[in-house]
């Protein structure tokens, strides 16, 4: 099995290297900055530990360092891989909802890990990229569930918020999933270090597994 996924590993980090631009230290997540209120700067860890966790257990080279991008920012289109979160509120301008399709339709990937209250917000924004797309539920068959690691039943749930049912949304550009969104789950609370949300061992470890798939699905579209 370890064979087998090795094999399969060299053959993503083979073809994407013909679609993304990246930095030769190696793939490496961009936090995305924007307007409204809220706190998209939290937890600076989590993509690191994330990172590193990729580079222990696959074969994928990284550079684990905590980077961030403004939404504004030509910077943006030099990362295959932005990542959003934060609670409450976030405004995209016009400009800017412009720059993201943009962005996501050359390629480019962006998760949104909803951190509490973000939903509302996160939903109305990204009508602005995308007016004819909504948001549709990820089915539990689809490879980012199991591209590298098994989770039959979907989404792990790191945190209970309001105690629902972990979800995970997505917006598809043809049959690419471009931007994913995980809602009542919380990963990312999970890639922080330990003693930030004193999650269990077992809870940090799937949600790094998660991310993982995360990470090796958008290297492979």
Known sequence: MIIKKTIFLLAILFYSVNIYSQNETG???ARLKYSGGGDWYNDPSAEVNL??????NTNIKV???????DIASDEIFSYPFLFLTGHGNIVLST????????????????????DYGMDKAIRREMKKVF?????IEVPFSH??????YKFENGIPK?????????QTFGIFLGDRLSVLYTFES????????PEVHNDPKDKREEALKFGANIIIYALSK
């Open 27 to 29: 793939f490496q997540i």
């Open 51 to 56: 990172l590193k966790f990729v580079q222990a």
């Open 63 to 69: 550079n684990a360092e905590y980077k961030f991008v």
């Open 95 to 114: 400009d800017e909802a412009k720059r993201l399709k943009t962005y996501l339709e050359n390629g480019g990937f962006l998760y949104i890990d909803d």
């Open 131 to 135: 007016p004819g797309n909504d948001f």
């Open 143 to 148: 490879k980012i569930f199991n591209i590298f």
């Open 158 to 166: 790191t945190h209970e918020h309001d105690k629902n049912a972990p």
């Open 186 to 193: 919380n990963p990312s609370d999970g890639w922080a270090d």
